[in-house]
């Protein structure tokens, strides 16, 4: 499945901006007076090669799994809270429900690695294992195992579009996940952990330099090579970041728009254009969250979001938030008027 995946995804169709632009310049506004509006509908028209794009109804999918490096101590909250917060989730009560409820979005839960049995309406099991290992003492997971995680990520990613979902929206919950990502990040980038390092689900400033060296040393035990994602992943990452990994690919291959929400979102995306370079023409980042490491991940897929609301929840509530900005984007081009159905006198270009 991974490799039929990574086979179908084709670049963007830039050749289509062209026209969009035209269309773009014909409705009646002075031309690029609606901003980045403008340059996101070029982009969702280039990745589903439809001139009149539409993004309704969007996709949410929630991966929840269990990191062994819980065990260091690095999290705010007990390990126990990710299985809780996926019973919250059956019951939507969860700050992703009702950001997805509000935008009308079909919602999944998919446990690909809680440690413990969770169920619930909505509640996807696709469990790859009971958690990650420490990844201070082992690899977090075999590479069959990340493998399987990315493909649980596709196949979820599949039911969103075969569900009629036009846009995709990808939330995680991970008691950990930030320590993660953040080693993740240093490992495919190089930078140092002490820049990428942040208080993820709100641990005291006192315990960051903790986090700091629990990841440090965990880079040397393991000593991942930049060049094998998949290889990075299996050592340092989580299931759940696998699967968003996975389910960026599934979208891509199959031309629907990705809305990327914040820190472990975007560690996910960066994994996924290291397998698979043509993914990032399908990205579109919501939010700059309060995580630093976010910042330099951004910086890497040279992206630049569309809110910074100092958000730092996670779930994919960052870009159910935005999703309403794409939708407008679309409106904007098919429901304005043009300035010859208008009736209106077009102005100089060249002013």
Same mark, same amino acid.
């Given at each position: ?28 506004? /002075? ?26 109804? /969007?996709?949410? &999918? ?30 939507? *009560? ?8 509000? &935008? ?59 569900? *009629? ?37 709100? &641990? @005291? ?20 090579? /930049? ?67 976010? @910042? ?11 809110? @910074? ?14 999703? /309403? ?14 300035f010859a159905s208008a009736g209106v006198a077009s102005g100089d270009k060249a002013e």
């Open positions: 499945m991974l490799a039929d995946t990574l086979a179908a995804i084709a670049p963007v169709d830039d050749t289509l901006a062209a026209t969009a632009q035209t269309r773009l310049d014909n409705l009646t506004k /002075p031309p690029g007076s609606l901003g980045r509006l403008e340059s996101l509908v070029q982009s969702l028209i280039c990745m589903s090669g439809d001139i009149v794009p539409r993004v309704s109804p /969007p996709g949410v &999918i929630v991966f929840a799994a269990d990191h062994g490096v819980a065990e260091e101590g690095v999290s705010a909250f007990p390990q126990e809270v990710t299985a809780q917060m996926v019973t919250n989730f059956a019951a939507g *009560g969860a700050a992703i429900n009702v950001f997805a409820r509000q &935008i009308g979005a079909r919602l999944e839960v998919v446990d690909v690695g809680v440690n413990g049995d969770v169920e619930g309406e909505g509640v996807v099991c696709d469990k790859v294992r009971r958690g990650t290992a420490n990844f201070c003492r082992e690899d977090a997971m075999s590479l069959a195992e990340a493998k399987r995680a990315i493909e649980v990520g596709i196949r979820a990613a599949g039911r969103s579009h075969d569900a *009629g979902c036009r846009c995709l929206i990808v939330g995680e919950m991970g008691i950990a996940n930030t320590t993660s990502s953040s080693a993740l990040l240093a490992a495919l980038s190089g930078l140092s952990v002490s820049r990428l390092v942040g208080q993820g689900t709100g &641990i @005291d400033i006192s315990r960051l330099s903790h986090k700091a060296e629990v990841i440090e040393g965990a880079l040397v035990a393991r000593k991942p090579d /930049p060049a094998q994602p998949l290889e990075v992943l299996a050592k340092l990452g989580g299931l759940e970041i696998a699967a968003m990994a996975g389910a960026y690919l599934g979208a891509a291959a199959r031309r629907m728009p990705i809305l990327v929400d914040g820190f472990i979102a975007t560690v996910a995306a960066l994994v996924a254009c290291r397998l698979a370079p043509a993914v990032r023409g399908y990205l579109l980042f919501a939010h700059r969250s309060c995580e630093p490491g976010h @910042d330099a991940a951004l910086e890497l897929l040279e992206a630049r979001p569309l809110l @910074d609301l100092q958000l730092r929840l996670g779930e994919g509530t960052g870009a159910a938030l935005a999703f /309403p900005l794409l939708e407008a984007a679309c409106r904007m081009l098919s429901e304005m008027a043009t």
